[in-house]
Nanobody, 125 residues
Framework: QVQLVESGGGLVQAGGSLRLSCAAS????????MGWFRQAPGKEREFVAT????????HVADSVKGRFTISRDNAENTVYLQMNSLKPEDTAVYYC??????????????????WGQGTQVTVSS
């Protein structure tokens, strides 16, 4: 069983930055692809970013391209989401997800086996 704990959310003005962290339990973190998703009220959960188990491959959604960056530190069992130039439409609960394996990238919620509890990001205009 893998436990994921997100942190770093909060309230920020438009144009500001936040860095989300997701700490994973266990000794198999480096074998897992990781992802970030978000869900706004009344909307479906949507893909934000994914990173392969080595960190050598990443992909972000078109809606955040050029503003968000995903990275990981396998020594620290942590994945990050750096969010710059935030917009009000980025407001959502952000979830970290882990797959049981993953040398490639995964884009759908159904591809992931473990989820964190989520952290709220609110961007004011």
């Amino acid at each position: 069983q893998v436990q994921l704990v997100e942190s770093g959310g909060g309230l920020v003005q438009a144009g500001g930055s936040l860095r989300l962290s997701c700490a994973a339990s266990g000794r198999t973190f480096s074998s897992r692809a990781m992802g970030w998703f978000r869900q706004a009220p009344g909307k479906e959960r949507e893909f934000v970013a994914t990173i392969s188990r080595s960190g050598g491959s990443t992909h972000v959604a078109d809606s955040v391209k050029g503003r968000f960056t995903i990275s990981r530190d396998n020594a620290e069992n942590t994945v990050y989401l750096q969010m710059n130039s935030l917009k009000p439409e980025d407001t959502a609960v952000y979830y970290c997800a882990a797959r049981r394996d993953g040398s490639i990238l995964y884009f759908l919620p159904s591809h992931y086996d473990y989820w964190g509890q989520g952290t709220q990001v609110t961007v004011s205009s």
